[in-house]
């Protein structure tokens, strides 16, 4: 309020916004700096993020698409425009993008699972695997990537290891009840009703 063209400090404040999911307030601090700053790729980023966490995905290409062409060395940048793909069914143009940023930074477990992902809404579940378990080589122990990973396994029939990942994403009967819908999703019932009645046994509530 002292000093409103201190842009630095407004795009720290634009990304607690993003943090705090108050997208649109965050919009507007980063398109406040960008009329006085409109080279900048901090802030074509941050409009990025905002446009994307909102649905606006052409508008999230634009304008990471202009942050990378600003500093092409931003690998944050190419992981978050991976993402706009991701929901626009590109997955292809996902992949290239996300191997970008991963020239940019390697082994970054955040990029490592979301390009496997990637690979498994391909349908190319063999090489998602390799690129979920380099990101836990990578050192991330996140709940989304085991579950990501679980679901990969099953589609390689894979049900022990599948059993495992999902234990470690969550409790036990949580695991066997999401290990029976993967297997739903293949078109294996049988199999899903052992699990469904397992969680049954250890939690009665499933």
């Known amino acids: 309020q002292a000093d409103p063209t201190r842009n630095t400090v407004r795009l720290k404040l634009g990304q607690m916004m993003l943090q705090q999911g108050m997208f649109d307030a965050a919009a507007t601090q980063f398109q406040d700096v960008l009329t006085r700053e409109p080279k900048s790729a901090p802030a074509h980023q941050g409009m990025g993020h905002a446009y994307l966490q909102q649905g606006k995905l052409r508008e999230a290409e634009t304008a990471l698409d202009r942050a990378i062409s600003l500093d092409p060395s931003n690998w944050v940048s190419q992981n978050l425009l991976g993402l706009v793909y991701d929901q626009q069914q590109r997955y292809s143009d996902a992949i290239v993008t996300y191997k970008s940023a991963l020239a940019i930074r390697p082994r970054e477990p955040n990029v490592l699972n979301n390009l496997g992902l990637a690979y498994a809404l391909s349908g190319d579940h063999e ?33 022990v290891d599948a059993l495992e990942s999902f234990k470690k994403a969550m409790d036990e009967p949580l695991a066997y009840n999401n290990l029976g819908v993967a297997l739903l999703g293949v078109g ?9 009645d397992k969680a049954i046994e250890l939690n009665p509530r499933y």
């Open 127 to 159: 090489t998602a695997i390799r690129y979920f378990e380099e990101a836990l080589a990578a050192g991330s122990n996140s709940p989304k990537l085991h579950n990501n990973l679980g679901v990969a396994y099953v589609h390689h029939k894979r049900y």
């Open 188 to 196: 294996n019932a049988r199999v899903a009703a052992v699990c469904f």
